[in-house]
């Protein structure tokens, strides 16, 4: 039986996933969790353009939960996540934010970073959909013990926090031939083509971050938007030295500003950095982990500009439902392509024989 996407449209079936029904979407796309972008508004588009929409929660307080999924809830009905980061996020705020999310009957919960086992443990008992996002074998191993139902493979071309160093051409094939869950591909994919060379190598769906940044719907500032728009892969820089406020050593990969090069490197020994702006009504710190928000004040281009290589291939700021609409055309023109070239070319020994 054919699958109809919300527009109308037939999906190939090739992109017609066992992840689509998990998940209750209708294209295998969702949108990476970013912290203060994700919010209500990008996660409820994805989501009414058919694929899965996620909140980026990350040290969010209970209230602004609740705020966002309440908004997000108003702007849809379909099926979504809430993305939080138990490593990076104080014990019991963490426990405030998981009660919340019990509370709101939040259909499912991405994690990342360390695999808290415990935490697996609850939410699988108390029927919430986890999905894990992992950067190595060895954090999938442990998500799969833990009981996660989706793996999600970040390749180290990733933006933001990258928690491996495998790419994702090598890591999604290597985690799809031992997973009996479905594994969603992350790391620069941001095109149709990357959507089925992503299935090609065994994903069941992508997870997009950069694409969904320079989206209008973002709780992204402009400057950074534009910054993605302009960049390359090669631009981006894999980098430890956006560390205030997350508790561990963790590289990101973003674009370049005056604290990759250097120009700060006599402030790192502060015991309170300086103040360089503000967004969501709070202080933003030199060296802080925060990325620049849409309401974001001050040197906003000295923040975390996080970018994935995938910015070479996005030039454009689009609506969130265009993003899709777009991969699901640039898919079918890529399988169209592969099914012309494979029938159009003759088979190796028949070519031998007629030199």
Same mark, same amino acid.
């Given at each position: 039986?054919?699958?109809?996407?919300?527009?109308?449209?037939?999906?190939?079936?090739?992109?017609?996933?066992?992840?689509?029904?998990?998940?209750?979407?209708?294209?295998?796309?969702?949108?990476?969790?970013?912290?203060?972008?994700?919010?209500?508004?990008?996660?409820?588009?994805?989501?009414?353009?058919?694929?899965?929409?996620?909140?980026?929660?990350?040290?969010?307080?209970?209230?602004?939960?609740?705020?966002?999924?309440?908004?997000?809830?108003?702007?849809?009905?379909?099926?979504?996540?809430? &993305?939080?980061?138990?490593?990076?996020?104080?014990?019991?705020?963490?426990?405030?934010?998981?009660?919340?999310?019990?509370?709101?009957?939040?259909?499912?919960?991405?994690?990342? /970073?360390?695999?808290?086992?415990?935490?697996?443990?609850?939410?699988?008992?108390?029927?919430?959909?986890?999905?894990?996002?992992?950067?190595?074998?060895?954090?999938?191993?442990?998500?799969?013990?833990?009981?996660?139902?989706?793996?999600?493979?970040?390749?180290?071309?990733?933006?933001?926090?990258?928690?491996?160093?495998?790419?994702?051409?090598?890591?999604?094939?290597?985690?799809?031939?031992?997973?009996?869950?479905?594994?969603?591909?992350?790391?620069?994919?941001?095109?149709?083509?990357?959507?089925?060379?992503?299935?090609?190598?065994?994903?069941?769906?992508?997870?997009?971050?950069?694409?969904?940044?320079?989206?209008?719907?973002?709780?992204?500032?402009?400057?950074?938007?534009?910054?993605?728009?302009?960049?390359?892969?090669?631009?981006?820089?894999?980098?430890?030295?956006?560390?205030? &406020? /997350?508790?561990?050593?963790?590289?990101?990969?973003?674009?370049? &500003?005056?604290?990759?090069?250097?120009?700060?490197?006599?402030?790192?020994?502060?015991?309170?950095?300086?103040?360089?702006?503000?967004?969501?009504?709070?202080?933003?710190?030199?060296?802080?982990?925060?990325?620049?928000?849409?309401?974001?004040?001050?040197?906003?281009?000295?923040?975390?500009?996080?970018?994935?290589?995938?910015?070479?291939?996005?030039?454009?700021?689009?609506?969130?439902?265009?993003?899709?609409?777009?991969?699901?055309?640039?898919?079918?023109?890529?399988?169209?392509?592969?099914?012309?070239?494979?029938?159009?070319?003759?088979?190796?020994?028949?070519?031998?024989?007629?030199?």
């Amino acid at each position: 039986m054919a699958v109809v996407t919300h527009d109308g449209d037939s999906l190939p079936r090739a992109l017609q996933t066992p992840l689509l029904e998990l998940l209750g979407c209708e294209v295998p796309i969702m949108n990476a969790g970013m912290g203060g972008v994700a919010r209500s508004e990008l996660a409820a588009a994805v989501c009414n353009a058919g694929g899965f929409g996620c909140l980026g929660m990350v040290r969010e307080s209970a209230s602004r939960i609740t705020e966002e999924v309440t908004r997000l809830r108003a702007r849809t009905d379909r099926p979504f996540a809430v &993305n939080l980061i138990p490593a990076a996020t104080a014990p019991a705020l963490l426990e405030q934010q998981v009660e919340t999310c019990l509370e709101l009957d939040v259909p499912a919960i991405t994690l990342f /970073w360390d695999v808290d086992r415990d935490l697996v443990k609850e939410l699988k008992q108390r029927s919430v959909l986890v999905l894990h996002q992992v950067g190595s074998r060895a954090d999938a191993q442990h998500a799969l013990r833990a009981g996660a139902d989706v793996l999600i493979a970040q390749g180290a071309e990733a933006g933001g926090h990258v928690r491996g160093d495998v790419s994702t051409l090598a890591l999604v094939p290597e985690l799809a031939a031992m997973a009996r869950v479905p594994v969603v591909a992350s790391g620069g994919i941001a095109t149709g083509a990357g959507l089925v060379a992503a299935l090609a190598l065994g994903a069941q769906g992508i997870s997009c971050g950069s694409l969904f940044l320079a989206t209008r719907e973002a709780n992204a500032h402009p400057a950074h938007q534009r910054r993605i728009c302009d960049a390359h892969a090669e631009d981006t820089l894999h980098t430890y030295r956006f560390y205030r &406020n /997350w508790p561990m050593a963790a590289a990101t990969r973003v674009l370049p &500003n005056g604290i990759t090069r250097g120009d700060y490197d006599h402030l790192r020994g502060l015991r309170e950095p300086p103040v360089i702006g503000e967004q969501d009504g709070q202080p933003v710190y030199l060296f802080s982990t925060d990325s620049p928000l849409r309401d974001a004040t001050g040197g906003v281009t000295a923040m975390a500009l996080y970018a994935g290589q995938s910015c070479g291939q996005i030039d454009t700021i689009l609506p969130a439902a265009a993003c899709i609409r777009q991969l699901l055309e640039q898919a079918r023109s890529a399988l169209d392509q592969l099914q012309h070239d494979t029938i159009g070319k003759a088979p190796a020994d028949s070519i031998g024989r007629a030199c």
